[in-house]
């Protein structure tokens, strides 16, 4: 049984053997392609409304206050659920959101634009659908993570977090990198069509998956704050966790360059939108490619000491693409940055996995979310911010130096990370 089980961890496909896992990851491959398709679209929608980079900024602010805000209880809420179910009702409610952009974006096309009060009520309920998303995103983002633990075996874990990140990323490598040519083939509105169409899908694809009671162990009337600090106790005293996860958290956080891909699209390359669904794609292009590779070959020594400098090289690639003025040099810093990025994604993820008790996941996720995913609105909301106040590729350039300069505090204040092999 031994030798069969280590068969199967060695197997690069193990964990898509289990059906339940192939669902789950079928339904999150086209829920988060519409996603990434909407957040993306509505970035482009918003400069072309405002004409001000900072307005792409109030995208992130918009949507990081209320998931950052309710992450913790969610991961409560999380533990003691039945995970399809509210993962379900959520996906129900990220539908209800994109057809509100829907119905929003049919209205403006037939406004007159020459009006500006029109404009300003349009950008006004972008905001509020968008800070409704991110309500939702605190409670879905984490039951996807969650529900991967439960659903798979020990032995075949880093095998399911591997395809699980690379999933991910595909789609959002998708949604990112298609939105500009529909939106050029076929208007807002027709993008729009389309991730109403992709996530109805992945909810029929979520909901092939069994009912998932909460943990044994879990203690499902206690208080919703003393589970919060537990779950909070656990990350900060994981050194290796709250590493991964601060190192990922500063560096999207100062690296967000990608928040500002449609200003450097339309008034520093002047490529317009299929210029700037290429230079969406080129950094998702670059951690697919990376993805497949470890997918298939994965890492087996210096994991820690690689996820550094990882993100040292992001750092690197975020400035040389501020200071290109050449389209294809910008093509080719964002690739590579999207290598490194692939790179260290998968470490972290595979860390948090590894190292998180089935019956704390919830809570765990939950603070991971809060550190990573947050972070890249967050990151969004700096750029903007930045942007605005040196002048937009001064501010890219800046973003590019705090990485490396967290990096380089990283190096020696958390060894455990940079010693770190599993």
């Known amino acids: 049984m031994q030798n069969e089980q280590a068969n199967i961890k060695q197997n690069s496909f193990g964990a898509l053997q289990v059906t339940e896992f192939r669902n789950l990851m079928?339904?999150?491959?086209?829920?988060?392609?519409?996603?990434?398709?909407?957040?993306?679209?509505?970035?482009?929608?918003?400069?072309?409304?405002?004409?001000?980079?900072?307005?792409?900024?109030?995208?992130?602010?918009?949507?990081?206050?209320?998931a950052v805000s309710l992450s913790l209880y969610a991961g409560h809420v999380i533990d003691i659920s039945e995970k399809r179910k509210l993962l379900l009702r959520g996906?129900?409610?990220?539908?209800?959101?994109?057809?509100?952009?829907?119905?929003?974006?049919?209205?403006?096309?037939?406004?007159?634009?020459?009006?500006?009060?029109?404009?300003?009520?349009?950008?006004?309920?972008?905001?509020?659908?968008?800070?409704?998303?991110?309500?939702?995103?605190?409670?879905?983002?984490?039951?996807?993570?969650?529900?991967?633990?439960?659903?798979?075996?020990?032995?075949?874990?880093?095998?399911?977090?591997?395809?699980?990140?690379?999933?991910?990323?595909t789609a959002s490598i998708l949604g990112h990198a298609i939105v500009g040519f529909i939106i050029a083939g076929f208007g807002q509105t027709g993008a729009l069509v389309?991730?109403?169409?992709?996530?109805?899908?992945?909810?029929?694809?979520?909901?092939?998956?069994?009912?998932?009671?909460?943990?044994?162990?879990?203690?499902?009337?206690?208080?919703?704050?003393?589970?919060?600090?537990?779950?909070?106790?656990?990350?900060?005293?994981?050194?290796?966790?709250?590493?991964?996860?601060?190192?990922?958290?500063?560096?999207?956080?100062?690296?967000?360059?990608?928040?500002?891909?449609?200003?450097?699209?339309?008034?520093?390359?002047?490529?317009g939108p299929i210029g700037f669904g290429w230079l969406n794609a080129a950094s998702d292009i670059g951690a697919i490619l990376i993805i497949l590779i470890i997918t298939?070959?994965?890492?087996?020594?210096?994991?820690?000491?690689?996820l550094l400098l990882a993100v040292a090289g992001f750092g690197v690639c975020i400035i040389v693409f501020a200071l290109s003025k050449i389209f294809w040099i910008s093509f080719i810093a964002l690739v590579i940055s999207g290598i490194l990025d692939g790179f260290s994604m998968i470490f972290r993820g595979t860390i948090v996995q590894l190292k998180t008790p089935d019956h704390m996941r919830g809570r765990v996720m939950s603070v991971n979310s809060m550190f990573i995913n947050s972070s890249n609105e967050l990151g969004q909301f700096e750029s903007g911010v930045a942007a605005k106040l040196m002048g937009v590729i001064p501010s890219v350039v800046f973003g590019g130096s705090m990485t490396l300069l967290v990096v380089f505090v990283t190096w020696f204040k958390a060894p455990s990370l940079r010693k770190m092999e599993y």
């Not at 106790?233 to 500063?250: H, P, Q």
Request: net charge positive; aromatic share 12%; with cysteine.
């Open 26 to 66: 079928l339904g999150r491959f086209l829920f988060i392609m519409g996603l990434r398709m909407m957040g993306t679209l509505v970035g482009w929608w918003i400069y072309e409304l405002t004409n001000q980079p900072f307005a792409i900024g109030l995208i992130g602010l918009a949507e990081v206050i209320p």
């Open 91 to 169: 996906v129900i409610c990220y539908l209800i959101c994109a057809a509100g952009l829907l119905a929003l974006s049919i209205f403006n096309d037939k406004t007159d634009h020459a009006n500006n009060h029109p404009t300003l009520v349009i950008a006004i309920c972008i905001y509020f659908l968008i800070f409704c998303t991110g309500i939702i995103r605190s409670f879905t983002g984490p039951s996807f993570g969650t529900i991967v633990g439960a659903i798979i075996p020990k032995h075949l874990l880093q095998n399911a977090t591997t395809w699980s990140q690379g999933i991910w990323l």
């Open 194 to 271: 389309l991730v109403v169409i992709l996530v109805s899908l992945g909810f029929i694809f979520i909901s092939k998956i069994n009912p998932l009671p909460p943990h044994a162990d879990i203690i499902v009337d206690q208080k919703p704050m003393e589970s919060v600090k537990e779950g909070l106790r656990f990350v900060f005293n994981t050194k290796e966790v709250l590493g991964a996860l601060s190192l990922d958290l500063f560096a999207v956080l100062f690296g967000g360059a990608v928040a500002m891909i449609p200003v450097f699209a339309k008034d520093i390359l002047k490529v």
């Open 296 to 306: 298939i070959f994965p890492v087996k020594t210096g994991q820690g000491k690689k």
